[in-house]
């Protein structure tokens, strides 16, 4: 987080930097089936992140000993470009950080995915975060989960994530960097379509229950139109087949 | 999952069904805190933190170092975590497992989002400042790190002093500043057997648990939160817990500040 010394005034007239209302997504963009090699992937643009996201499997476990003979097992790997930020060269490779959210949406799909119809399997999910501009956990799982449905895997419910934050004082949907950079909470969820059960909660900052619950009620409407996006997605993936 | 731990699991699932603990406590309550501070000579801070049979120690070191670029005014604080081998035979020696870096981050995001250190505080002059090492090892293992690390850090940072800085040289002999502590979290984790919902986890009850949240709370308002392992939690029982997480920030801080 940024020294919040130089904060600049991020909502004027109830209208954010971007000119969105504070219940407003970026503009979304998402395209099934964009890897050759891949069993599923999925491309996605989400404001100015840019996404790819790739699953192979199911498949042999590598290596041999971490094999479930009643599931298949996931692995997940979040990672951000070197090129990805407005900053400096970033390190490739997996930093602390990207161990972190790795685990945390890995813990997602082996919620929906249904694994036991896999025994002794693996299932890789692989999300590469090629220019980043804030909630880009949020956004891998949109573009993995359109994957995984675009590779033939079952899952028992689709889901989306989406980040909620406090943006001077006021309660926020999808932040994007700037806004991240000097909010005063920041609050990435994924939920599943069908039951609004929570897969993914991750908070910091300062937040009240109650606009705590107000965050959620944004995030079960943005998930509506992530959705629908998500749905184009997948069939426009098979038009002209 | 061993055969050992899959017939444990569903004896604690069943037992909750009825609402029982397999150490006999109530739902969302906590086992006993025991805290020693200053069990350290060597370290700028330091305490361990019990809570049952969970036994952590945390130790701060205090260094002069370079400011962050985009922070060149303020301090810095780096919690971590290890989980030390002798602490459970679960635990394996070499880089640190995902597991143990989400125990770090979740620690160290609660003590950061609650404004804990007075980061400004620990500014000497351009281009000196104080970085604030906490290092938290696990030392017995029994369940819930998330909140006893947090107990083991909070408690080491309240008895830390700084060393002196002057002319360059850093005189560890001269302690006499203490940090500026100016807010104090505590984290309550909980965790979710099909509908049942438990405070503070023992080991037994964790490898059964399908969900978990830890919520940090400096008992005005939640400054962290981190859901995990693969169930899921309503938005209703979100609600739910964060209020019962505010309610007893007052009972944890209160061992912490004592």
Redesign the interface.
């Given at each position: 987080m940024?020294?919040k010394?130089n904060k600049p005034k991020l909502i004027h007239d109830g209208k954010r930097l971007d000119g969105r209302g504070p219940d407003e997504l970026r503009e979304i963009k998402i395209e099934a089936g964009i890897l050759k090699n891949a069993n599923g992937s999925a491309y996605l643009e989400w404001g100015k992140n840019r996404i790819i996201a790739a699953v192979y499997g199911p498949k042999e476990v590598m290596p041999k000993h971490f094999a479930d003979p009643n599931a298949a097992i996931i692995k997940c790997r979040y990672s951000m470009a070197p090129f990805s930020s407005l900053e400096e060269h970033g390190r490739s490779g997996q930093n602390?950080?990207a161990?972190?959210i790795?685990?945390?949406i890995k813990?997602?799909f082996?919620?929906v995915v249904v694994l036991n119809e896999y025994p002794n399997s693996e299932i890789d999910i692989f999300m590469e975060v090629l220019q980043s501009d804030g909630s880009t956990r949020a956004a891998c799982i949109n573009a993995a989960a359109v994957a995984l449905a675009s590779a033939g895997i079952p899952m028992k419910d689709m889901v989306y994530g989406v980040s909620v934050g406090k943006v001077d004082g006021e309660i926020c949907v999808d932040v994007d960097m700037l806004e991240d950079n000097y909010s005063d909470?920041d609050?990435p969820l994924a939920i599943?379509h069908r039951d609004?059960?929570?897969?993914?909660?991750?908070?910091?900052?300062?937040?009240?229950?109650e606009e705590?619950?107000r965050g959620?009620d944004m995030a079960?409407e943005a998930g509506k139109k992530i959705r629908e996006l998500q749905r184009e997605a997948l069939l426009a993936m098979y038009k002209g087949v | 999952m061993s055969g050992i731990n899959t017939l444990k699991g569903a004896y604690i699932r069943s037992a909750l069904k009825e609402g029982k603990r397999n150490d006999s406590r109530e739902q969302f309550q906590m086992r006993e805190i025991e805290i020693n501070r200053e069990v350290l000579s060597n370290a700028e801070g330091s305490a361990r933190a019990r809570l049952g049979n969970t036994d952590v120690i945390a130790g701060v070191k205090v260094v002069v170092e370079e400011p962050h670029s985009d922070t060149p005014e303020e301090g810095n604080l780096i919690v971590s975590a290890e989980l030390l081998p002798m602490a459970s035979a679960d635990f394996e020696t070499g880089p640190p497992s995902p597991a143990a870096i989400e125990l770090a981050r979740v620690v160290d995001r609660g003590i950061r989002a609650g404004s804990c250190v007075d980061l400004q505080s620990l500014f000497i002059e351009k281009g000196k400042v104080y970085s604030v090492y906490v290092d938290i090892y696990v030392l017995d293992y029994d369940g819930n790190l998330f909140d006893v690390c947090t107990i083991a850090a909070m408690s080491a940072l309240m008895n830390t002093r700084l060393p002196k800085y002057s002319d360059g040289e850093v005189d560890r002999k001269d302690r006499s500043a203490k940090l500026k502590i100016d807010n104090v979290v505590s984290s309550a984790t909980f965790g979710k057997f099909g509908g049942d919902i438990i405070l503070d986890m023992n080991a037994d009850e964790e490898q059964a648990a399908d969900a978990r949240i830890t919520i940090t709370t400096d008992g005005k308002v939640v400054r962290a939160m981190q859901k995990g392992l693969n169930g899921d939690f309503s938005i209703k029982e979100v609600e739910q817990l964060v209020d019962i997480a505010l309610k007893k920030n007052s009972e944890i801080t209160g061992h912490i500040k004592r």
């Open positions: 940024a020294s010394i602390r950080r161990v972190e790795s685990k945390v813990e997602v082996e919620n909470a609050m599943s609004d059960r929570i897969l993914l909660l991750q908070m910091d900052g300062d937040m009240s229950n705590i619950g959620f079960v | -």
